[in-house]
T-cell receptor, first 117, second 112 residues
Framework: DAGITQSPRHKVTETGTPVTLRCHQTENHRYMYWYRQDPGHGLRLIHYSYGVKDTDKGEVSDGYSVSRSKTEDFLLTLESATSSQTSVYFC????????????????FGAGSRLTVL | QQPVQSPQAVILREGEDAVINCSSSKALYSVHWYRQKHGEAPVFLMILLKGGEQKGHEKISASFNEKKQQSSLYLTASQLSYSGTYFCGTVAGGTSYGKLTFGQGTILTVHP
């Protein structure tokens, strides 16, 4: 992996409890994303960040919040988890430089599997 | 709005060819293709930019029809290692750094 770590990798929690997933990168990439993956839906964007303290909503942001206080860390919080938030969550990073200059090619973390009972 | 991929699933024998299609209702700047093996993270395969430039994988090719907002991924002489779920991701609008919206995925299974 290109220096991107998600934690925890697996979590089981109960409805109504708060949950925070962490994404840590060592690539110094500007852009960070949280996606959720569900059967039949592919990957859907929850929130993304284009810099420290700069975040914006994706297509399925209801029930989620994010924070980015440092370039390397992007946190996803479920304030009160529901069963519909049972999913696999992927963090991704991108930069506009490198071999694909000008295009936001994503590198994904290994994923965090969340089960809400 | 998510792009639509077809077919939803493909089963092949080694050496056979396959085409996966991706269609969007929006004007696109670029189309990305990713492959995800079971239990793993998606991995970037290639990107097709507006204007026809293609960058990425050596043995898999793709096309991008800007007027129709469609892209196709061509897998020729498939290998067992090609098995996985393929996702197209689209960037709409006029900027290269726009949000990437993924299709629902196409499951490709290659048998010996």
């Amino acid at each position: 992996d290109a220096g991107i770590t998600q934690s925890p990798r697996h979590k089981v929690t109960e409805t109504g409890t708060p949950v925070t997933l962490r994404c840590h990168q060592t690539e110094n990439h500007r852009y960070m994303y949280w996606y959720r993956q569900d059967p039949g839906h592919g990957l859907r964007l929850i929130h993304y960040s284009y810099g420290v303290k700069d975040t914006d909503k994706g297509e399925v942001s209801d029930g989620y919040s994010v924070s980015r206080s440092k370039t390397e860390d992007f946190l996803l919080t479920l304030e009160s988890a529901t069963s519909s938030q049972t999913s696999v969550y992927f963090c991704a990073i991108s930069d506009l430089g490198g071999a694909y200059s000008g295009a936001n090619v994503l590198t994904f973390g290994a994923g965090s599997r969340l089960t809400v009972l | 709005q998510q792009p639509v991929q077809s077919p939803q699933a493909v089963i092949l024998r080694e050496g056979e060819d396959a085409v996966i299609n991706c269609s969007s209702s929006k004007a696109l700047y670029s189309v990305h293709w990713y492959r995800q093996k079971h239990g793993e993270a998606p991995v970037f395969l290639m990107i097709l930019l507006k204007g026809g430039e293609q960058k990425g994988h050596e043995k898999i090719s793709a096309s991008f029809n800007e007027k129709k907002q469609q892209s196709s991924l061509y897998l020729t002489a498939s290998q067992l290692s090609y098995s996985g779920t393929y996702f197209c991701g689209t960037v709409a609008g006029g900027t290269s750094y726009g949000k990437l919206t993924f299709g629902q995925g196409t499951i490709l299974t290659v048998h010996p």
